[in-house]
């Protein structure tokens, strides 16, 4: 079983950067296709992006794409999400998600295994 933290929320200005990591214990990040959902308030949980178990696919939903960057490192068994140019309808509480199965998917229901998120404001 896998445990995940996130970690690196916080405020920032529109237009700015942040970087969230989740740290992974358990098991290595290697068995699982890793994803990052966000959740705003009033809304349904969404998917954000997610790389993937076989070969290290990377994948986005369509409002982040050329804006946020997944990355996996293996050996620290973390996974990070870049986000730049963030915009104030980026602001949710962000979660680290994790599935085991090798086919890869953007659905919340996918996921067995979720940290307990971090969140992100950002400020006009």
């Known amino acids: 079983q896998v445990q995940l933290v996130e970690s690196g929320g916080g405020l920032v200005q529109a237009g700015g950067s942040l970087r969230l990591s989740c740290a992974a214990s358990?098991?290595?990040?290697?068995?699982?296709?890793m994803g990052w959902f966000r959740q705003a308030p009033g809304k349904e949980r969404e998917f954000v992006a997610a790389?993937?178990?076989?070969?290290?696919?990377?994948f986005y939903g369509d409002s982040v794409k050329g804006r946020f960057t997944i990355s996996r490192d293996n050996a620290e068994n973390t996974v990070y999400l870049q986000m730049n140019s963030l915009k104030p309808e980026d602001e949710a509480i962000y979660y680290c998600?994790?599935?085991?199965?090798?086919?890869?998917?953007?659905?919340?229901?996918?996921?067995?295994?979720w940290g307990q998120g971090t969140q992100v404001t950002v400020s006009e």
């Open positions: 790389t993937s178990r076989i070969g290290g696919g990377t």
């Open positions: 358990g098991r290595s990040i290697n068995d699982y296709t």
């Open positions: 998600a994790a599935r085991s199965s090798p086919d890869d998917s953007t659905q919340v229901t996918a996921y067995r295994h």
